[in-house]
């Protein structure tokens, strides 16, 4: 099956039979040239027995009346067609190569085709369900930086309370706001040119690697709980980060290598295959962790002395737990879901979900786990000793006026002053 998209780019392959199929989206003119070389020898033989090869032309119509030329150059044929399609017309187009000699029982003729299309609508090389697209992630681009420059405000805040994965957080929403501009900026050369400008392609590619290894890395440590309920990681949660990791590593590369392949390959659907593979098993390993750490909190709840700050985390990281699975649904399943139910104008609606749903799901994890004094993540459990102690010299007023330096969370000291 071949195809081309609305960027221009042509993506195709001949299956066993002989039959070429495509699709071609949006509205705008089309333009094809096919060449066909049939490895068999077919010249004529006259009565001398002499070898003739002439060029020939021959009228090929179609059911609907189109005239094609069809030009041989020995047993080399090609052909040319121009195609203009008004706003009513728009819609997908399917078109099929046969080659009659392979339609035969038994027979099987081997032969090279070239297909060369270009596609353009009123406004660009954008296909109809891509044309908003670069509007789109530029938006979204805004909308990212804008939670970013607010979530390290926040931290500069309430820089006591703040761990470095909060700091993380940051990087992930920054370099995210970045990916998406240098898609924007992709997207608009593509429409420009008919073709994606290699240095930008790069840079988005390189960003996106970048964002999907913050992304994950990050939802897999707050899932451990570390720098919140724990400092050290387990062996088993060590050996989650080192199962991701180098699948998000794979994935990214399945992800470039589909972009940069034409989609009727057989490398195509192999590396499609791959990603999706992959994506699913990184989806369902950073849950693991989650579950880890509602179970640990289950238990420490009903075995220490601090029931009430471990089962308001326990809380918590159920309602986290809940946030991930959402999030996984609507990206992996509710957006395929729409692509195929959508007409294909509206296809863009698919990327639309899909970046809405993942700034929703930023800003959630970042309410939740906001650097705050009243945050129930944020509450470590203290010692006792220093509790009942505090309590002594603020009812003596032995020490009346003097502050104690105190140990926050993240090991940075503050003064706080004795309760009167």
């Not at 608009?188 to 970048?210: D, K, Q, R, S």
């Not at 451990?224 to 990791?245: H, N, P, Q, W």
Request: hydrophobic fraction near 40%.
């Amino acid at each position: 099956m071949w195809s081309v998209d609305g960027a221009g780019k042509e993506k195709g392959s001949v299956d066993g039979a002989g039959k070429e199929k495509g699709s071609v989206d949006g509205a705008g003119k089309e333009k094809g040239s096919v060449e066909n070389k049939n490895n068999e020898n077919t010249p004529k033989e006259d009565a001398a027995g002499k070898v003739e090869k002439t060029k020939s032309l021959s009228q090929v119509t179609s059911m609907n009346g189109v005239s094609l030329v069809l030009n041989q150059y020995g047993d080399t044929y090609n052909f040319t067609f121009h195609i203009t399609m008004g706003a009513q017309d728009q819609g997908l187009y399917s078109l099929n190569f046969h080659y009659c000699s392979n339609t035969r029982p038994g027979a099987v003729s081997p032969y090279s085709l070239s297909v060369e299309i270009r596609e353009k609508n009123p406004d660009g090389f954008l296909s109809a369900s891509e044309i908003p697209l670069p509007r789109l992630y530029i938006s979204m681009a805004a909308l990212f930086l804008t939670a970013a420059i607010i979530w390290t405000s926040t931290l500069l805040k309430h820089k006591y309370s703040v761990f470095k994965i909060h700091w993380l957080m940051a990087a992930l929403t920054y370099t995210k706001a970045v990916s998406l501009v240098f898609h924007s900026i992709n997207y608009h050369f593509i429409n420009m040119e008919g073709h994606p400008i290699e240095g930008w392609a790069v840079m988005y590619y390189i960003t996106h690697l970048l964002k999907g290894a913050l992304l994950f890395i990050t939802l897999a440590l707050i899932g451990t709980g570390f720098a919140f309920i724990k400092y050290i990681l387990s062996d088993k949660e060590k050996k989650i980060f080192m199962i991701v990791i180098p699948l998000q590593v794979l994935a990214n590369v399945a992800y470039i290598i589909i972009e940069e392949t034409e989609e009727g390959s057989s490398e195509y659907t192999l590396w499609r295959e791959i990603l999706f593979l992959v994506d699913v098993i990184c989806c369902g390993a950073i849950l693991f962790p989650v579950v880890w750490s509602i179970r640990h909190l289950q238990e420490a709840s009903t075995t220490d002395g601090k029931a009430a700050m471990n089962l308001e985390k326990l809380k918590l990281f159920r309602h986290y737990y809940v946030m991930i699975v959402c999030y996984i649904y609507f990206t992996r399943i509710i957006a395929i879901l729409l692509r195929v139910a959508v007409p294909f104008q509206w296809q863009w609606c698919q990327e639309f979900l899909i970046e809405v749903s993942t700034l929703v799901f930023f800003v959630l994890t970042g309410f939740k786990f906001r650097p705050a004094s009243n945050n129930p993540y944020l509450q470590l459990p203290q010692d006792e000793e220093d509790l009942e102690m505090d309590e002594v010299v603020t009812e003596s007023g032995v020490l009346e006026g003097i502050s104690k330096v105190k140990k926050t969370s993240n090991g940075r000291e503050r003064h706080r002053e004795s309760a009167l």
